[in-house]
């Protein structure tokens, strides 16, 4: 669902700014969604529906009955009973009022985008809420029958000190949210800050700080008694993201929407599956699927040797880590067959762990994943 009221200086999501959003545009753009999932869902056939994720952009500008109405059509679709189905909510007036009729409509869990619940953190990042509605919306969710919450916090915000992100986590604890999503704000290039940054007036936290902020959100977190079961996922026990998991097990997710990404089932002409990716802007996504060309989207058949980095990467950000005897049974070899001198170079250096059943993330490897993920692209 591409449609915000207003664009946040650090967002790189395909996005559309509709203030408010009309009842025209959002019934034309469900159209085009529900003939998508016609078109699309042959090429996932057979298969149950595991999970629904209604994410954004800002899916909670939708009318409770637009969301029934997709996830109506989700549940024609496919057979099974999805173990979520969650929707992104941004704290603001008018979605608060309708937590009770997402509920209704068959949401069973929020993912709120708090951000911070300190509102010169929240003026900074140039989000459109303050604490104030953060605050009326967890216990909107709570009044509403939710009993499955996931915040999204920031930290390394412009400005930001450990002692505010300290206080973040304190404010986010008092309601004991099922489901933390804890992110390192990311200078994307093209965005505002982006730019602001390239030109040296963006204040940032320094590395070392971001650090301390990062251990210090780990350390509490940990605490209070919640698993850091991915680099940017803390659960309370029973409480992991069944969709997330999806895409860090390189599951098929069938992506709809203007920008969305699907990874396609393997097939025996596609082995590794296939990746499409819907284009990011409007009209070429809806012109795509009015003229039933997969909604013009851009596909990429995933190789032996791109799925294998893929799958060490991605289950190096979980907890678990990757399983050797599961890659093998996929890839024909154990890891150490592929990749043994970058597997050399990372324990050596102390960033990864080489159990005989799993490979895993040291905790100075979380802190630098990205240079780790880097070595198996
Ligand atoms: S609310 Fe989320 S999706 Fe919308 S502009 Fe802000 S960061 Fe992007």
């Given at each position: 669902m591409p449609f915000c009221e207003r664009i946040c200086p650090y967002c790189d999501f395909a996005v559309i700014r509709a203030r408010p959003l009309s009842p025209e545009d959002e019934s034309a753009y469900l159209d085009t969604l529900c003939?998508?999932?016609?078109?699309?869902?042959?090429?996932?056939?057979?298969?149950?529906?595991?999970?629904?994720?209604?994410g954004g952009g800002t899916p909670s500008l939708l009318q409770a009955r637009s969301v029934e109405r997709i996830l109506g059509a989700i549940r024609g679709a496919f057979p099974g009973d999805p173990e979520e189905t969650t929707l992104e909510v941004n704290p603001s007036t008018l979605e608060t009022a309708r937590l009770p009729d997402f509920r209704v409509a068959g949401i069973d869990r929020i993912s709120l985008g708090a951000q911070s619940f300190d509102d010169t953190t929240l003026r900074r990042l140039g989000r459109g809420h303050r604490a104030s509605?953060?605050?009326?919306?967890?216990?909107?969710?709570?009044?509403?029958?939710?009993?499955?919450?996931?915040?999204?916090?920031?930290?390394?915000?412009?400005?930001?000190?450990?002692?505010?992100?300290?206080?973040?986590?304190?404010?986010?604890?008092?309601?004991?949210?099922?489901?933390?999503?804890?992110?390192?704000?990311?200078?994307?290039?093209g965005t505002p800050f982006g730019k602001a940054a390239a030109r040296g007036r963006l204040q940032r936290p320094g590395e070392e700080e971001?650090?301390?902020?990062?251990?210090?959100?780990?350390?509490?977190?940990?605490?209070?008694?919640?698993?850091?079961?991915?680099?940017?996922?803390?659960?309370?026990?029973?409480?992991?993201s069944v969709h997330n998991r999806r895409y860090w097990q390189r599951l098929p997710v069938l992506g709809l929407g203007m920008g969305a990404v699907s990874?396609?089932?393997?097939?025996?002409?596609?082995?590794?599956?296939?990746?499409?990716?819907?284009?990011?802007?409007?009209?070429?996504?809806?012109?795509?699927?009015?003229?039933?060309?997969?909604?013009?989207?851009?596909?990429?058949?995933?190789?032996?040797?791109?799925?294998?980095a893929e799958a060490v990467f991605l289950a190096l950000r979980t907890g678990?880590?990757?399983?050797?005897?599961?890659?093998?049974?996929?890839?024909?070899?154990?890891?150490?067959?592929?990749?043994?001198?970058?597997l050399d170079r990372l324990t050596a250096d102390g960033l990864l762990e080489e159990a005989p059943d799993a490979l895993r993330l040291t905790p100075r490897g979380r802190m630098l994943s990205d240079s780790v993920f880097a070595s198996f692209l």
């Open positions: 003939a998508e999932l016609h078109a699309r869902a042959g090429a996932f056939e057979g298969r149950r529906l595991a999970s629904i994720y209604l509605e953060v605050h009326r919306s967890f216990e909107a969710c709570r009044a509403a029958g939710f009993a499955n919450v996931s915040l999204d916090l920031i930290v390394a915000a412009p400005g930001q000190t450990l002692t505010e992100v300290e206080a973040d986590l304190v404010a986010a604890l008092a309601y004991a949210p099922e489901h933390l999503s804890v992110y390192e704000l990311s200078l994307e290039p971001a650090v301390a902020m990062l251990e210090c959100v780990e350390a509490r977190l940990c605490a209070a008694g919640y698993e850091r079961y991915e680099i940017s996922s803390y659960a309370r026990p029973g409480h992991r990874s396609d089932p393997p097939s025996p002409r596609h082995p590794f599956g296939l990746r499409r990716s819907n284009p990011r802007e409007l009209a070429p996504y809806s012109e795509g699927v009015a003229a039933g060309d997969g909604a013009g989207a851009q596909v990429e058949v995933l190789g032996a040797r791109e799925a294998r678990d880590g990757l399983d050797v005897e599961l890659f093998a049974g996929e890839f024909g070899a154990p890891p150490r067959h592929f990749f043994a001198r970058e």
